[in-house]
Structure formats: structure tokens, C-alpha cells
């Protein structure tokens, strides 16, 4: 039963690109979260996706960064014209949701975005 | 708004010994809470998760605890080995789906 996964695993790209990081959730899940981890800091929540729905972007950039899930496909993070700021690793979790799985998030092995 | 500490940030013991990581957090009202272990460069492993009903996990020679009225949960790792050197971090589930993580501890089991 494969987890999550996420590719590229590493990604780089210059100042002004666009960035797509994509994540499969483990199968079955329908909730997929979305982290992002800054050099020496922790994991921060970026946004909380349910199939074709986003439920929380709290913690989601207000310009340049979007996350999609389609009914069909990985979820998608797209970051548009990247700046040095948004090199981190970028991590993807998933859950069945509901009262399934007791509340408890799959991490993937994440992406590490370099902007040069 | 949730904050989660952890202390120490870094510790470096002997192998063989008993430790014990700690893990802090400041609103009560929590769902669940999950121990993670990160290698460097790698992804992040859910070594036990503790419901609010609950005072214990245990797994192999990990024991998590948590005393969800002062905010506090801890790690305690039994005879530790060098394979277990890698950064340990706290998460807690609110009332929200979303994680809110420690910074880590950093582990270093010396041969």
C-alpha cells in the first residue's frame, strides 16, 4: 500500500519561474494538507484541501501561491514567480478524513524547492 | 492561537541511555497530539499519536505521555542507539484539521 507521494523530490528554479509541486495522497485519502518548512524553522500549515474544495488556506500566502485537488489527479501547489524567500521543503499530508484513521496526517517525503 | 515548544532544542547523549524530549503547548483544547521523527533531508515519520482521551502510547521503546491540562506531553526513549540521532518533532491537532509543529529536538546518540 503505497503512501504519499511527491514529486519532483528536489526542484529548481530561477527568480520569476513558476513552481509545481504535486502530491498523491495515500490511497483512499480524501483530505490533503499542505506544509511548508523554512530553513532552521518548523512545519507550517499552508492549506487544508478536500477533493475539488479547499476548506482552509489560513496559512496560504495571500499572492502568488495556489493549491488545487481535483476530482481526478495529484493536488497540485503552484508557485508563481518565485522569489529566494519561498526555498524550503515543502511537505504534503494526507488523511481519510471523517472519524477514519483517528484524526492522524501521512506526511510524504516532501519537495525541496531551491530558487536561484 | 496554538504555540508548541519543544526543549531542548539539540541533546547529544551516550549510547545506551534513557531520554527523555519535552513538549509544550498553550491551548489545552487539543484533539490529538503526534510524535515525528525527521532525518535530515528526508520526510517526516509518525512515531505514536495520543488522543485527547488518553494519558499513553507505547511503541517498542518509545512511550509517549500526555497531560492535556498543563499543556505537556514527553517522549521517552529507552536504551537509546545511535540509529535513533535524527530531529524529533511535536505536532498538535486543534479544533482546525491543520498540524500546529514544534520547532524539534535535535538528537544525537553517540556510539
Known amino acids: 500500500n503505497a503512501g504519499v507521494m511527491q514529486n519532483p523530490r528536489h526542484l529548481v528554479r530561477r527568480r520569476g519561474q513558476e513552481a509545481r509541486l504535486r502530491c498523491s495522497p495515500v490511497?483512499?485519502?480524501?483530505?490533503v494538507y499542505w506544509y511548508r518548512q523554512l530553513p532552521e524553522e518548523g512545519l507550517k500549515f499552508m492549506v487544508y484541501?478536500?477533493?475539488?474544495?479547499?476548506?482552509?488556506e489560513s496559512g496560504m500566502p495571500k499572492e502568488r501561491f495556489s493549491a488545487e485537488f481535483p476530482k481526478e489527479g495529484p493536488s497540485i501547489l503552484r508557485i508563481q514567480q518565485v522569489v529566494r524567500g519561498d526555498s524550503a521543503a515543502y511537505f504534503c499530508?494526507?488523511?481519510?478524513?471523517?472519524?477514519?484513521?483517528?484524526?492522524?496526517?501521512?506526511f510524504g517525503p516532501g519537495t525541496r524547492l531551491t530558487v536561484t | 492561537k496554538q504555540e508548541v515548544t519543544q526543549i531542548p532544542a539539540a541533546l547529544s547523549v551516550p549510547e545506551g541511555e534513557n531520554l527523555v524530549l519535552n513538549c509544550s503547548f498553550t491551548d489545552s483544547a487539543i484533539y490529538n497530539l503526534q510524535w515525528f521523527r525527521q532525518d535530515p533531508g528526508k520526510g517526516l515519520t509518525s512515531l505514536l499519536l495520543?488522543?485527547?482521551?488518553?494519558r499513553e502510547q507505547t511503541s517498542g521503546r518509545l512511550n509517549a505521555s500526555l497531560d492535556k491540562s498543563s499543556g505537556r506531553s514527553t517522549l521517552y526513549i529507552a536504551a537509546s542507539q545511535p540509529g535513533d540521532s535524527a530531529t524529533y518533532l511535536c505536532?498538535?491537532?486543534?479544533?482546525?484539521?491543520?498540524?500546529?509543529f514544534g520547532k524539534g529536538t535535535k538528537l544525537t546518540v553517540n556510539p
Open positions: 490511497k483512499g485519502h480524501s483530505h
Open positions: 484541501l478536500q477533493k475539488e474544495n479547499i476548506i482552509d
Open positions: 499530508a494526507s488523511s481519510p478524513g471523517g472519524q477514519q484513521g483517528r484524526g492522524e496526517q501521512y
Open positions: 495520543i488522543q485527547s482521551s488518553q
Open positions: 505536532a498538535v491537532k486543534g479544533g482546525s484539521e491543520k498540524l500546529v
